[in-house]
C-alpha cells in the first residue's frame, strides 16, 4: 500500500508516541492523568469522524459504543478475573457486533433521521442496561480493590491502562488514515457527497456504510473497558451519557471534519479549554455554555474545522497535513 | 453477442407510464442516437437500465444476462456506465478523485494505483487533464459536462449511457466530444446518446430511435428518421423544433 509510505503519517503516530512516553519516563501522575483523558476523547472523536467525516453519517449516540464495550469487559473481568486486555477486545468486538446489527436497518436513514436513531439507540441501551441484573441494574457494578493484584497493585494497574489507552488511541489514528487514503475510504467520501451518484458509479452504499459503522464501533468500546477498568466502577448514566457524545462532535468539528488531524487537534484543544474553563473559579460553570458556543462559531464560520481551514488556506499544509 | 437488449420494457409511477412497451438494442460498438420531445422519457429509460427505477414489465439484457431487477451499483460492474444529465459533481472531491472512483468501482475494480493511472487517461481524453487537483464544485458547467464524461469512461465500460453530454458545449466544444464518442466507440463499446442537438446526433449515430409519451414511435438510420412523418408531428408540438430539426437533420 503506497499509503503507508505517507510523510504524514508516521511521524505523527512518532511524535503522539513520544508526548504519550513523557509522563511515564518523568513519572508526572496529574500530567499522566490528563493525557489518559486526551488519549480517551481523541479515541471517541476519531473514530466518530469515520462514520461521520468520511461517510456523512451524522451520529449523536457514538458513546453507545463507549458504554456497551465498557460493561461487557466490566462484567467479564469482575465475574472471570479476565484480562484488562483481553476483555477488551472482547468488548470492541461486541460492540463492533452490535454495529453489524444495527447498522444495516439505520443506516437506510438520511440526515436527521440517522442522527435521531442513534440517540434513540444510546438511549434504549442505557435503560436496557439499568434493567439488567447481571450488569448490575441501576447501581451498576464495582470493583473490590483486590482486582488490581493481579497486575501487580493498583499503581501499575494504572500505567497499564495509561499505556493500553495510548496504544489504542494510536491504533485508532491509524485506522482513520488508512481507510481516509484507501478505496473503501473513496467510496465512503462518495457516498458521502452523493449517495446516487456512488451507486451509479458501482459502489454498494449498504455494505460500505455498515462496514464503516462496524470499524468506528470498535475503539469506543477499547476505550470505555480500559476507562472503567481504571475508575473501577461502572453506573449506566456515565456510561452512556450523551453529553459526551456531543462534546465528542464538537471536537470532530472544531479540529476538521474528514481529515485525520482534526479530530485528534479537536480533543487536545477542547480538553484544554475545558480544563481551564473548569478550573478558573470564575467560569467553571460556563464550560458547556462556552462548547455550545464553539460549536456555533465552527458551524457557522469555519465549517471546515481548524485542520480543514489550515488545508484550504495552505498549499503546504494540504500537501502535508491528513 | 448482443450487448443491450431492452424488451417490452413498461415503467409506471402509479398512474403515469413512463415507459410504454419500449424494445431496442444496441451492438458492440454501434452508436444509437436517443431522441425525443421534452417528456418523452429518455432519460427514465436510462433510470430504467441502469437500475435506478424497478421496471413495471418487461426484461433488459446485458450481454444476454438479465439485469432487470438489479441494484445499479450491481449493473455498473457489469460495464454500464452513465453520465446525468443535470450534472451531479461529487463536489467536496478533486476532479481526480471523482474520476478515481469510476475507475475503482466501475467494471474493472481497479485497485486505487491503478484507478489513478486510468483516471488521468480518462481527463486527457476529455481534455480535463489541468484541472485534475481542482474541487469538482469549482469547475463550470462545461467542465463539470466533461468530468461526468470522464467518470464514465474511467470504467471502461462496455456500454455507455450519455445523457445530454453536448447541451451546453460551444460548436468547438462539441467537435471534440464526438471525437471522444468516435474513439471510444472504436474501442467496441456500445453507446447510446439522448440528445437534443439534432446534427449531432445525425451526424453520429449509427441508428436512431425515437420516444414519445413513453412509447417507441420510430427506429432506424439518421436519414429514415429524418423523414419520418410520425417523428415529425411528434414534434409538431413546437413548431420551431420541427422546422429546426428538419433543417438541422439535412
Known sequence: ?322 | MTLLEVKGVTLRFGGLVALDDVSFAVEPGELVGLIGPNGAGKTTLFNAINGVYPITSGTIAFQGMRIDGSPSHAVARLGVARTHQVVRPLADLTVRENVTVGACFGREGLGLDAARAASVEALDIVGLASKRDELAAKLNVSQKKRLELARALAAHPHLLLADEVLAGLNANEVAEMLGVFRTVREQQVGIVMIEHLMHAVMNVSDRVVVLDHGAKIAEGSPQQISSDPKVIEAYLGDPKVAERFMAEAR
Request: a positive charge; zero cysteines.
Open chain 1, 1 to 322: 500500500m503506497t499509503a503507508l509510505r505517507s510523510r504524514f503519517l508516521w511521524p505523527l503516530l512518532g511524535l503522539i508516541a513520544l508526548v504519550a512516553a513523557l509522563p511515564l519516563v518523568t513519572n508526572a501522575a496529574s500530567q499522566r492523568e490528563d493525557f489518559f483523558l486526551i488519549f480517551m476523547l481523541v479515541i471517541l472523536a476519531s473514530s466518530l469522524n469515520i462514520i461521520m467525516g468520511y461517510s456523512g453519517y451524522v451520529s449523536f449516540g457514538h458513546i453507545v459504543f463507549f458504554g456497551m464495550g465498557g460493561y461487557v469487559a466490566f462484567w467479564l473481568m469482575f465475574t472471570f478475573q479476565t484480562h484488562l486486555l483481553v476483555a477488551a477486545l472482547a468488548a470492541g468486538l461486541v460492540a463492533s457486533a452490535i454495529a453489524f446489527l444495527i447498522g444495516a436497518p439505520i443506516l437506510r436513514l438520511r440526515g436527521a433521521y440517522f442522527a435521531l436513531a442513534t440517540i434513540g439507540i444510546n438511549e434504549a441501551m442505557k435503560s436496557l442496561v439499568t434493567n439488567f441484573e447481571p450488569f448490575g441494574g441501576a447501581v451498576g457494578m464495582f470493583f473490590n480493590f483486590s482486582v488490581y493484584d493481579a497486575y501487580g497493585g493498583a499503581r501499575s494497574a494504572a500505567q497499564l491502562a495509561y499505556v493500553a489507552m495510548a496504544v489504542v488511541a494510536l491504533a485508532t489514528i491509524f485506522t482513520s488514515f488508512v481507510i481516509k487514503k484507501s478505496k473503501f475510504g473513496l467510496a465512503l467520501m462518495a457516498i458521502r457527497e452523493d449517495q446516487d451518484v456512488a451507486m451509479v458509479l458501482g459502489v454498494d452504499p449498504a455494505r460500505a456504510k455498515v462496514q464503516a459503522y462496524v470499524i468506528s464501533a470498535f475503539f469506543p468500546a477499547l476505550a470505555g473497558a480500559i476507562f472503567f477498568f481504571k475508575s473501577g466502577i461502572i453506573e449506566p448514566g456515565p456510561a452512556f451519557e450523551l453529553l459526551r457524545s456531543i462534546e465528542a462532535l464538537v471536537m470532530v468539528m472544531l479540529g476538521g471534519i474528514g481529515t485525520v488531524a482534526g479530530p485528534i487537534v479537536g480533543a487536545a484543544v477542547y480538553e484544554w479549554l475545558r480544563s481551564t474553563l473548569i478550573t478558573t473559579p470564575a467560569l467553571s460553570s460556563f464550560h458547556l455554555f462556552i462548547a455550545g458556543l464553539l460549536l456555533l462559531v465552527v458551524v457557522l464560520f469555519v465549517t471546515a474545522g481548524l485542520v480543514g481551514f489550515l488545508r484550504h488556506r495552505f498549499l503546504a499544509v494540504r500537501r502535508y497535513v491528513e
